[in-house]
């Protein structure tokens, strides 16, 4: 069931605008949280934001009411972040090899080490579990995202792509696969054996502007870094790698993309 009302959609494709305007509303921050997922990057993040709210008003009037409403939403969102050129050209096309190197370059010793309870540890934390994604194949990072980190049904993920559910699951399968073993042998959270420390990687990250001097907005909302790394240490291997990327909290967004794309949007012809 949608937690939408139906009367809203129906008005809001019928041309009301205060109805549009809820819906919207309803709808931006999902759109915001799985970009920010697929993008790593908030700045691309509300900029695709903004193209796919348009989108969603725009194909309204093809909403049929066969799936939720929410689903149908994820399946415009997901279609442009797959397909859309400027987000095909802002991919890095990193590896998982690459994305390593860069790591574990500069690491601090432990006398050089950021301060145990610097507020930034959590910025980077966030900043580098939402990267390392992107050392994905995009199919594979939208099912692990859909599936692991929104923890979508996924039943209703594969729907959101278009794919029979025994494919979803090979897709998510085969990706989480990449993303726990790479966690495991990388990152110091999951694996206290592991050469990467957020006290170790801090200090380059914010020399090369990585990470800045302040938490973003994005931020707010988001787990303690020690609450967030006691989790992880109590929790299984390949649970403590989904715990560490669905710990990014709400992803809080940055502006009101509603009043934005409402205002570049003629309402009456949507």
């Not at 302040?214 to 109590?234: I, K, Y």
Request: hydrophobic letters at 45%.
């Amino acid at each position: 069931m949608s937690t939408i009302p139906d009367i809203v959609i129906q008005q809001a494709k019928d041309g009301d605008a205060a109805a549009l305007e809820t819906l919207v509303r309803a709808i931006q921050g999902t759109v915001y949280r799985l970009s920010t997922r697929m993008l790593a990057d908030p700045l691309a993040a509300e900029d695709a934001t903004q193209e796919i709210l348009i989108r969603i008003i725009t194909k309204l009037s093809t909403f049929a009411g066969e799936s939720r409403f929410e689903t149908w939403a994820y399946r415009v969102a997901t279609n442009y972040l797959l397909t859309a050129r400027k987000v095909i050209a802002r991919d890095p096309g990193l590896s998982f090899r690459m994305f390593s190197d860069d790591l574990l370059t500069g690491l601090a010793d432990d006398q050089n080490a950021a301060p145990e309870d610097h507020v930034m540890l959590n910025e980077l934390r966030v900043r580098c579990t939402m990267a390392m994604l992107l050392c994905l194949d995009r199919n594979y990072r939208v099912a692990y995202v859909l599936g692991d980190v929104l923890e979508l049904d996924q039943s209703e993920a594969a729907e959101i792509l278009d794919i029979s559910a025994a494919n979803f699951r090979q897709r998510l399968s085969r990706a989480r696969k990449l993303v726990v073993d790479f966690t495991s042998r990388t990152c110091g959270l999951a694996n206290h054996a592991a050469p990467c420390a957020c006290v170790k990687r801090l200090p380059t990250a914010m020399a090369q502007g990585r990470v800045g001097d302040a938490p973003s907005v994005m931020m707010q909302g988001a787990p303690p870094f020690d609450e967030v790394r006691n989790r992880a240490a109590q929790l299984a291997q390949d649970l403590r790698v989904a715990k560490l990327q669905r710990a990014t909290g709400p992803l809080a967004l940055q502006s009101d993309f509603a009043l934005a794309v409402l205002r570049l949007v003629d309402v009456s012809n949507a």
